[in-house]
């Protein structure tokens, strides 16, 4: 797996910090997390950062003067800027793009998107959030293997534990239940990567299926999951 990426977090709230230090790890990035944007700044003369994500539920005032600091210092003018505002006039979004900001998200947050922002920003290849979990799920063609594991999700694919992966480029047809629910799920799947138990140790074997024409209401399915499972257990509720 790829090395963590760092982050320039910046957030005036103690349940905000809490909040997205133990989101952005959870997607795979290193935050380095401070009060204010002075603190942000000096904390960049001495280390390296893809981007910088800034807490914008500040009085409009000291908002605007937070980016225009981010946008003029020599340390940080240079990395993306990415806004989390509770405030969705599109007057003050286009506002805040026009001062520097490379993204605005808005709260709450929809994992999926900020996801794929953050991706974006930071030459992630991956576009959306993958949980790691555990169900079976049932193949409807004539494999030897008619019942397979899916140990990672995203609304994008899954990967399936098997000893004897199949070709790549091979199209499956698949059902399944998400954990906690009762109704089957039915999609098509195409192989794209496998994995055979001899290859490496570190990897379960299997076979990474890409998913293909999802139904809009399955994908949303799958999205609400992955977005409980990495999210359910946190709260972050702003205060100015």
């Known amino acids: 797996m790829s090395e963590k990426k760092n982050v320039l977090v910046i957030c005036h709230t103690a349940a905000g910090q809490m909040f997205l230090g133990i989101l952005l790890n959870r997607i795979w990035y290193n935050p380095f997390v401070v009060r204010t944007v002075e603190k942000g700044i000096h904390l960049a003369k001495n280390h390296s950062f893809s981007f910088i994500l800034f807490d914008g539920d500040l009085p409009e005032k000291e908002m605007f003067t937070s980016i225009s600091l981010l946008r003029t210092d020599e340390s940080v003018r240079h990395l993306p800027v990415v806004a989390f505002i509770m405030n969705e006039r599109s007057s003050y979004t286009k506002s805040i793009i026009s001062m520097g900001c490379s993204a605005v998200v808005t709260k709450p947050i ?8 953050l991706a974006q920003l930071s030459g992630q290849q991956r576009i959306t959030p993958r949980i790691s979990t555990r169900f079976r799920v049932e193949i409807a063609e004539g494999i030897p293997e008619k019942v397979m594991t899916c140990i990672n999700l995203s609304e994008g694919g899954m990967y399936l534990r098997t000893h004897e992966p199949l070709p790549e480029k091979t199209v499956l047809h698949l059902q399944f239940s998400l954990p906690h629910s009762t109704e089957k799920l039915e999609v ?7 994995s055979p138990i001899e290859t490496q140790l570190e990897t379960e074997p299997g076979m990474g299926l890409r998913f293909i024409g999802v139904p809009q209401h399955i994908q949303l399915q799958i ?18």
């Open 223 to 240: 999205r609400n999951y992955v977005q409980w499972e990495m999210t359910g257990d946190l709260e972050w509720e702003a205060t100015i």
């Open 188 to 194: 098509t799947g195409e192989v794209v990567r496998t």
């Open 110 to 117: 929809d994992l999926a998107m900020a996801y794929g922002v």
